[in-house]
């Protein structure tokens, strides 16, 4: 098994940036690929940004690209959300997740950070 957890978020202006953590423990990290989702009050979580195991593949939710970046560092067990030019509609509790294969569904990816409170003012 795996455990996240997520850290970095916080309160940020209108065209700032944040970057989120995602620290992994409980076995090798570097089998797994990682995933970030949000949920905003009242929606449904959505898909926001995927990495391969190696790192060497990413895609993003059409309303990022460009703004956001995820990365990761295995040997630091740590998957990473860099945002950029954030807008208040990126306000949301961001959620790391993690599985072995690369085409999952959200619905049955088996691990799951707590989550982390990103709010963007304007």
């Known amino acids: 098994q795996v455990q996240l957890v997520e850290s970095g978020g916080g309160l940020v202006q209108a065209g700032g940036s944040l970057r989120l953590s995602c620290a992994a423990s409980g076995r090798a990290f570097n089998t797994y690929t990682a995933a970030w989702f949000r949920q905003a009050p009242g929606k449904e979580r959505e898909f926001v940004a995927r990495i391969s195991r190696r790192g060497n593949i990413t895609d993003y939710a059409d309303s990022v690209k460009g703004r956001f970046t995820t990365s990761r560092d295995n040997a630091k067990n740590t998957v990473y959300l860099q945002m950029n030019s954030l807008k208040p509609e990126d306000t949301a509790v961001y959620y790391c997740?993690?599985?072995?294969?690369?085409?999952?569904?959200?619905?049955?990816?088996?691990?799951w950070g707590q989550g982390t409170q990103v709010t963007v003012s304007s």
């Open positions: 997740a993690a599985d072995w294969n690369w085409n999952t569904p959200i619905a049955r990816y088996p691990y």
